[in-house]
């Protein structure tokens, strides 16, 4: 699977942003997709995934009521709307897609990752 990230940019605190990622040489349909982010000097760390229907997801505390992963299969691409965004979610974000159905916040579990964009909040 190939993935391919896009809707980062710059924008104040409070405000909102759409990030994309689309898939291709191989569907996402029956994998669960997942968000990470990793800021500047500082480790990777989970920030959202979803199951393969798109039934159940899973966010990181620190972005829970403000962020939204959603996933359309028949478009092969997966998106994570944020709202509120504040200074600390300053960061490049990657997608993943996972070989299993079951989300997971592990990293490990992910074994293809997109490019990554870079979101800038600034205060």
């Known amino acids: 699977v190939q993935l391919q990230a896009s809707g980062g940019g710059l924008v104040q605190a409070g405000g909102s942003l759409r990030l994309s990622c689309a898939a291709s040489?191989?569907?996402?349909?029956?994998?669960?997709m997942g968000w990470f982010r990793q800021a500047p000097g500082k480790q990777r760390e989970f920030v959202a995934a979803i199951n393969w229907s798109g039934g159940t997801t899973y966010y990181a505390d620190s972005v829970k009521g403000r962020f939204t992963v959603s996933r359309d299969n028949a478009k092969n691409t997966v998106y994570l709307q944020m709202n509120s965004l504040k200074p600390e979610d300053t960061a490049v974000y990657y997608c993943?897609?996972?070989?299993?159905?079951?989300?997971?916040?592990?990293?490990?579990?992910?074994?293809?990752w997109g490019q990554g964009t870079l979101v800038t909040v600034s205060s």
């Open positions: 993943a897609a996972s070989n299993s159905g079951s989300g997971s916040s592990d990293y490990n579990m992910y074994p293809f």
């Open positions: 040489r191989r569907t996402i349909s029956g994998r669960a």
